[in-house]
């Protein structure tokens, strides 16, 4: 039964997957496209300075490292990010996450006075994970902090890697199945 | 949705129709954004500020997203008013095709407890027809659109012509029995829905194919697997070569001669340059929505028709109905840890009515019945999690536990309070009177509402639902009207002229060539998904004038 759907499931992309890209193309061109060219290391121009980037970025991709997957800058995270304050965002918005990367970066200096983006990977692990505790905990009062997880938790599962290497994602499954052996699609559904 | 059908019927039955629509003309490849990848979506699909200045209320409905926007009103063009401490929520979209493009596509038959409704509790008036007289037309809509569905020998909900049925997922499945065996005489069975799940040879032959199970139809569907006029009727009374869609073209008045007392067509407003037209036709079919169908009949007022064209009752404009929905409620359904789904389904569950059927009820009559569905939670929730790193990643590949949701839609009582009017002096850019909606619900609506509420906990607790949140049931209050996107009865169809607009062929009884088939003409709303009914109506009416035509009648 599910071998057929896997067979079925191929021709069905494979006809259709020229249609998808024209369709996705032409759908939505524009900036996103150019956007994701970049390299994500660079500062991408935008209301995000370099440092506020650099945060950004290193931030980000403690809360999802590279593994046999791409990480959070790989995806290109902190590019979304900076196209959303920049685009999307109004001055309130700006203003709220400016304060709150200024304060985090605080929150995460080592006593010894190293900033984040200065410490190694490992060392970056340690501090975050210890502050992403005390704030799930509610022995630290942090909104920013959750909501900036949030988004980067959103925009990394909403990028072409997350969707389809991290997650499994079907643009044109064929046909529905309403209960299926978990070992046959064990990744969650990336839509 | 209604307007596709009387097209298809008439020129099918040889006659030139001229379809006018104000909107502009729709394209798969210029409109419809059903291949949009999550990583193309703009701003993680956030609402900008221009679209909340754009469109206050249309950027609030279930189907309104950053790559679906073109099919929704901009508000500011298209002002209405609601009347001091009232409110109205009117989801809409103008363009060829209309809500046939963003509808849910649920499609439920009225049953026959449902046209003798009104006579039985004495609310609003008897419907002219009764189950025998439309069922033949559910049969012939049902077959040309492609309904999929399950057989399940219902009074309350009659079967109809189906292709198979979608699935219940594997929590659905636990579900219905703990429901069906804790409250015997309740069914949980497949949404009824209009997409295709076996294609007709006739389906195929309009182009039509097999739902890809992408539950992407707000976006519209390439494929044209589900019911639209963009995919059905239009094509099929395009294809007759009788047809001419005259778009980007609103109707501001029907024109009546006052010595013969029929109608000889409509007078146009061209939306782009203002310049106002006359199209002359043999019989006039209004399907331009109940609030703007209403509102064209309203401005048609003449010397013979002081309060309004066909409205020798008063009734037009009057006993305003939707569906009020609420009662939503969601939990946790444990077990089924190592199933899955595959595929998105574009459908759940649906509840038939059981108060007032199979149960009793106190404080209202009638009743309500419920859509929804159970999945495995996704990465969302990762979004409020805690932890980092490798491990927090790592656990965001896994499924999360089964969530069910379910909402209710309840029947609204037919009431002359709750109406439409015209504006006393505001037009729009185009000169059509701003339309003022006065609608309330009353405590019919109130205590069925907090009755779902108590049925929706219950059925939760019974099938071991843990984290379950509903609505309180001693304060809710029903959602306002509107949110049921069901407009209906401002022209409702009756036995008796003084009483009603329409006679039971959706015909007014004072312009003999003049019919109305969208969500105007009915007399109950019932609390299933309406569409299909309209569809049914559309259908019968339009052979109805086909055959009055044809024998000279008109």
Request: proline content about 5%.
């Amino acid at each position: 039964m599910v071998h057929d759907v896997q067979l079925h499931r191929r021709q069905v992309i494979q006809s259709l997957i020229a249609l998808s890209a024209v369709g996705g193309v032409a759908a939505c061109g524009g900036a996103q496209e150019s956007s994701n060219g970049q390299v994500a290391g660079q500062a991408a121009p935008g209301f995000f300075n370099a440092s506020e980037m650099a945060l950004i970025a290193a931030v980000a991709q403690t809360i999802i490292p590279m593994t046999d997957t791409a990480g959070a800058v790989q995806a290109d995270v902190p590019v979304t990010l900076q196209n959303l304050a920049t685009d999307w965002g109004d001055t309130e918005f700006q203003q709220y996450w400016r304060s709150g990367l200024a304060a985090l970066d605080a929150a995460l200096t080592t006593d010894a006075g190293d900033g984040f983006t200065s410490l190694s990977p490992s060392e970056r692990e340690a501090a975050l994970a210890a502050y992403d505790a005390q704030v799930f905990a509610g022995t630290v009062e942090d909104g920013f902090y959750r909501d900036f997880k949030a988004t980067v938790v959103q925009a990394y599962y909403m990028s072409e890697p997350g969707a389809t290497e991290e997650l499994a994602y079907e643009p044109v499954p064929g046909e529905f199945i309403g209960c299926v052996p978990l070992s046959d699609f064990p990744r969650t559904w990336a839509t | 949705m209604s307007g596709g059908w009387v097209a298809k019927e008439m020129c099918e039955q040889g006659f030139k129709v001229a379809v006018i629509e104000r909107g502009r003309k729709v394209t798969v490849e210029k409109d419809y954004t059903d291949f949009v990848d999550p990583w193309d979506v703009e701003h993680l699909n956030r609402k900008t500020d221009k679209d909340r200045k754009d469109y206050p209320i249309q950027s609030n409905v279930y189907a309104f997203q950053s790559f679906t926007k073109q099919f929704w009103v901009k508000d500011n063009d298209h002002p209405y008013e609601t009347a001091d401490d009232t409110s109205f929520i009117w989801y809409r979209g103008y363009h060829e095709g209309g809500r046939s493009i963003m509808w849910g596509r649920q499609s439920y038959r009225m049953s026959e407890i449902d046209f003798e409704a009104n006579a039985r509790d004495g609310h609003g008036v008897d419907w002219p027809v009764r189950y025998d007289d439309i069922k033949p037309w559910y049969d012939y809509v049902e077959r040309f659109a492609g309904i999929s569905g399950s057989m399940e020998g219902l009074d309350i909900l009659p079967d109809g012509v189906f292709q198979p049925p979608h699935d219940l997922t594997c929590a659905e499945l636990d579900f219905k029995a703990s429901v069906e065996e804790s409250f015997p005489g309740r069914r949980v069975i497949p949404g009824r829905v209009a997409n295709l799940t076996e294609p007709t040879q006739e389906q195929m032959e309009l182009g039509r194919g097999r739902c890809q199970a992408r539950n992407h139809c707000f976006q519209g569907c390439s494929f044209g697997a589900y019911f639209s006029s963009n995919s059905a009727t239009l094509p099929a009374a395009r294809r007759t070569g009788n047809m001419t869609l005259i778009s980007e073209t609103a109707v501001h008045k029907v024109i009546v001669d006052e010595a013969t007392g029929r109608a000889t067509g409509v007078e146009t407003v061209d939306i782009a340059s203002g310049e106002s037209k006359v199209i002359t036709a043999r019989v006039v079919f209004l399907n331009a929505g109940t609030i703007p169908s209403t509102m064209i009949l309203l401005n048609s007022a003449n010397g013979n028709a002081p309060n309004g064209l066909a409205n020798s009752s008063g009734m037009l404009g009057k006993n305003m109905m939707d569906h009020h929905s609420g009662a939503r409620g969601t939990a946790i359904l444990p077990g089924n840890l190592d199933r899955h789904t595959f595929g998105r389904r574009p459908n759940g569950f649906y509840i038939p009515r059981f108060r007032n059927h199979t149960e009793e009820a106190e404080g209202f009559v009638r009743g309500f019945g419920y859509q929804g569905g159970a999945t495995r939670e996704r990465w969302w929730t990762s979004m409020g999690k805690p932890g980092v790193g490798a491990d927090f990643k790592a656990a965001g590949r896994n499924p999360g536990p089964w969530r069910i949701g379910m909402v209710a839609f309840g029947e609204v009582l037919p009431n002359e309070q709750n109406h439409v009017r015209m504006h006393a002096n505001k037009t729009d850019q185009w000169g059509f009177p701003v339309p003022v909606l006065d609608v309330r619900w009353g405590d019919n609506e109130r205590n069925m509402v907090r009755q779902a509420i108590r049925d929706t906990r219950a059925m939760l607790e019974a099938a071991g639902g843990i984290d379950i949140e509903t609505d309180d049931p001693e304060t809710a209050e029903p959602a306002p009207p509107g949110i049921g996107i069901h407009e209906m009865g401002t022209a409702r169809m009756g036995r008796d002229p003084a009483t009603s607009v329409l006679n039971s062929w959706n015909q007014s009884w004072d312009i003999p060539n003049l019919f109305v088939t969208d969500g105007s003409f009915m007399t109950s709303g019932g609390c299933q998904n309406p569409s299909l009914t309209y569809m049914a109506f559309s259908a019968r009416a339009a052979n109805h004038a086909a055959e009055l035509m044809k024998e000279g009648a008109l």
